[in-house]
């Protein structure tokens, strides 16, 4: 490799819970470098959470619905000859989380409710229980996998 390997930056802990994820979250959510409004957004989509499940605080099931939409295998496109071929490869633990979040927000965003936060919640509850839009994504991210095994000697 001709460039040496670019730094990690790391992230300071959120205010509220004192978590580094928490805020990697956050700036994920973020538009427009409001980083108030997003960090506003993810606590009171925690606190919904928190009243719709009374036995488990909502960090925990946060945490929990990042573990279920975290993919462990993904396909990527590799020429070989002529044809392309979709070949499943280990996902890395940072590039999991960063797809976990990715898929939450995108799809806690299409959802049909009133405020940003009750969507945020209410995809938060679907995937730690194991359903939702998102949960579904990495459902089909494993299934596609599953289907291309045949090609994975040509992983690089």
């Known amino acids: 490799m001709r460039r040496r390997k670019a730094k990690k930056i790391t992230v300071l802990p959120d205010p509220r819970f004192q978590d580094a994820q928490v805020t990697k979250f956050v700036n994920n959510l973020m538009y427009d470098g409001k980083k108030s409004l997003a960090f506003k957004i993810f606590y009171d989509a925690i606190d ?6 009374e036995d488990v605080s909502g960090l925990e099931t946060f945490k929990k619905a990042l573990e279920n939409v975290a993919p462990p295998v993904e396909v990527r496109s590799r020429r070989v000859g002529g044809a392309t071929f979709q070949i499943p490869t280990p996902v890395r633990e940072s590039r999991k989380n960063s797809l976990a979040m990715k898929w939450l927000i995108g799809y806690a965003r299409k959802r049909n409710e009133k ?42």
């Not at 919904?48 to 499940?53: A, H, L, T």
């Open 48 to 53: 919904i959470v928190e009243k719709k499940i």
């Open 115 to 156: 405020t940003m936060a009750g969507k945020l919640a209410s995809e938060i509850i679907a995937a730690s229980k194991e359903e939702g839009a998102a949960y579904k994504k990495k459902e089909d991210t494993l299934r596609m996998a599953e289907a291309n095994k045949a090609f994975s000697h040509f992983r690089f």
